[in-house]
């Protein structure tokens, strides 16, 4: 098994590393297509800002060749959100994977949504995971549910905290900041 962590700029990539380790898996940091393209498995992580981050994957074509991977590709949070239509976030177009797209909370309550969520979920990725388990989330922008929809979440509105199409899968929350259970959905990831 070789893993990929996709290298855009984005934040937060210790701590998935830290996680993969965990589990016995050493994964490559790289902006490199060969490198990512020759992954078994890759990871597109984010924590930053939408289009400042599709500015930096069009700057080096990883925008044309993430679309194109044709092996398992997790997309989280930032990562998930450039992977639908487009992001209210600095009028943001995205690369289309997942048929939906990303806008910003309008809610009285607190933004960003911060700390831990119960998420309603079905599907490989969460193999052995009880539905209604609590997943870590910081976020300002949510996509909205949709037919890749696989993981619901609720602050004042539902919203897609996990999709999955083809080989592609996104989590609006952070696996790498969950405990056992985001353990063990990047482990069922691993196992793809």
């Not at 990871?43 to 925008?63: N, R, W, Y």
């Not at 992977?83 to 009028?91: A, H």
């Not at 922008?141 to 949709?146: D, Q, R, T, V």
Request: proline share 4%; aromatic share 8%.
């Amino acid at each position: 098994m070789s893993v990929a962590i996709i290298d855009y700029g984005a934040g937060n990539i210790q701590s998935i590393r830290f996680a993969l380790a965990r589990l016995g898996v050493s994964a490559t940091l790289s902006s490199d297509p060969e490198t990512i393209q020759s992954a078994s498995h890759i990871i597109f992580p984010g924590v930053g800002e939408a289009s400042s981050a599709m500015a930096k994957l069009k700057s080096t074509q990883l925008d044309t060749l993430i679309p194109e991977l044709a092996q398992p590709v997790l997309g989280i949070c930032l990562g998930m959100q450039l992977m639908c239509n487009s992001s209210e976030e600095g009028n943001t177009t995205g690369l289309g994977i997942f048929d939906t797209e990303v806008v910003r909370f309008t809610t009285t309550r607190n933004v960003p949504h911060m700390g831990w969520n119960e998420v309603k979920s079905s599907g490989v990725l969460f193999d052995k995971i009880p539905n209604d388990s609590h997943f870590y989330l910081v976020h300002s922008y949510y996509a909205l549910p949709n037919e890749d929809t696989v993981g619901q979440c609720l602050y004042d509105v539902n919203f897609a905290a996990a999709m999955a199409k083809n080989n592609f899968y996104g989590t609006q929350f952070h696996p790498e900041k969950s405990g056992a259970m985001g353990a063990q959905l990047l482990q069922n990831f691993l196992s793809l």
